[in-house]
């Protein structure tokens, strides 16, 4: 299906949101459903160590304090491998039947929202690609802001035009407002655009959001306009989950019994 890409006329949408939910207090009005928002993740391949049952590996709180443990969850499959990797080198038997596991970002999400009150529930912190967040340091920079770190996991938007509209693209019947956790996989839309729109290349800018501050938009924000988002996983996960489903089906196969 042959994409459509233009610039959408909902302005501002993101962006004020983002920092309105920063600036709120904790009162929650549920905008989109609780099941919409799931639909909106579910497709993001995310990748965490687990042992073979799926139970991931957890990080507890230090002997003799109380919290919540805490799972890693890597926006990159290679950046999990690295960890595993370290891991067996400096705890080789810690290492032992654990491996990378990818599962939907959307699973993390409802456990993360299930266990939320639960002084011994089991908490998730994103990783996200190193690259990526020194590349939206860099973005925040060249925007004129005085920033050393970037807190969260790094999201890119393209927006343009006299309006500073978000760039969107027609998916079946919907106008979706594209929102990337590669910088570089965006980049290929926007040269896309200008070759399409070359008088409106000058006025091209990528901007960076966060996963974490998006998710509380989606929870708290009364606008329908936010049903537009469209989360566009790396195409490296995606590659690396179609890899795995003809093993998995082959897993699944009844096997043959012994003969007698």
Known sequence: MKSVIRWSATVGLVGSALLGSVLAGAVQVLAIPADQIIQKLRPVPVFTIANSQGAPLVASPPSGQKGPSVAGVFISQKDAQAFLDGLKTRNPELAKGVQVVPV????????????KGK????????????????????????????????????????????????LTIQQGNQQVIPMFFKKEELQGLVDRFK??????????????LNLEGLVQVLQTKNDPQLNQIMLVPPEESIQFVRALAPQQQNQAKPQPAPKK
Do not use: C, H, M, W
Request: hydrophobic share 30%.
């Open 119 to 166: 002084p011994e529930g089991l908490g998730f912190a994103y990783v996200p690609s190193r690259q990526q967040v020194d590349t939206a340091v860099n973005l925040l920079k060249q925007g004129g802001q005085q920033v050393q770190q970037f807190n969260g996991t790094p999201l890119f938007v393209a927006r343009g035009g006299k309006d500073k509209g978000y």
């Open 195 to 208: 070759q399409q729109q070359p008088n409106l290349a000058s006025s091209l800018e990528i901007q960076v």
């Open 104 to 115: 939907s970002l959307a699973e993390v999400y409802q456990l993360n929202e299930s266990n």
